[in-house]
């Protein structure tokens, strides 16, 4: 286990104490005979409890011994243009999320659906932007149609 590791089972604890806690602390309709809506916020809390416990405990490689002699370099994890892709996707989401309401749940996720899987495609072609554009169009009817015709739940319709 690396130092990085560490640090990620900590954030992890971290997170999952805060949403466990979180089920205690806010008010939630009661159900009579049901669990209600605080079980799976409770299960996922405990479950990224206790993953970030194992990322902190993990034994390192075995039969390595920590030393300076025998200390191997990290990889670099972040390459080179990683921070531009990274920026540009949080970007998009940004923009995402502001267009929402305006122009509705259908049209905005499939511009940012799109953007995003031909941005992050490294090869870009005219193809890879069809392929991406079919892929959005699939994702997002598919996700309509299950929240407003099985699920009943209302999406952003804005002025479309």
Do not use: H
């Not at 370099?73 to 923009?95: D, H, N």
């Not at 890879?128 to 407003?148: P, R, Y």
């Amino acid at each position: 286990m690396s130092k990085n590791d560490r640090y990620i089972g900590l954030g992890i604890m971290v997170v999952g104490l805060y949403m466990l806690l979180q089920t205690f602390w806010v008010n939630y309709t009661q159900f009579p005979n049901e669990p209600g809506p605080v079980l799976m916020p409770r299960v996922i809390g405990g479950g990224l409890i206790l993953c970030g416990f194992g990322l902190l405990l993990w034994p390192s490689k075995r039969g390595q011994e920590t030393g300076p002699e025998n200390e191997q370099e990290e990889p670099e994890y972040i390459q080179k243009g990683s921070k531009k892709r990274m920026l540009s996707i949080v970007g998009a989401f940004v923009g995402y999320i502001a267009l929402l309401n305006i122009v509705g749940f259908v049209v905005s996720t499939l511009i940012f659906l799109t953007f995003s899987i031909w941005f992050l495609n490294p090869v870009k072609s005219r193809k890879s932007f069809i392929i991406a554009a079919t892929t959005s169009i699939i994702v997002t009817l598919t996700v309509n149609f299950s929240f407003s015709m099985l699920l009943n739940i209302r999406l952003p319709n804005g002025m479309f």
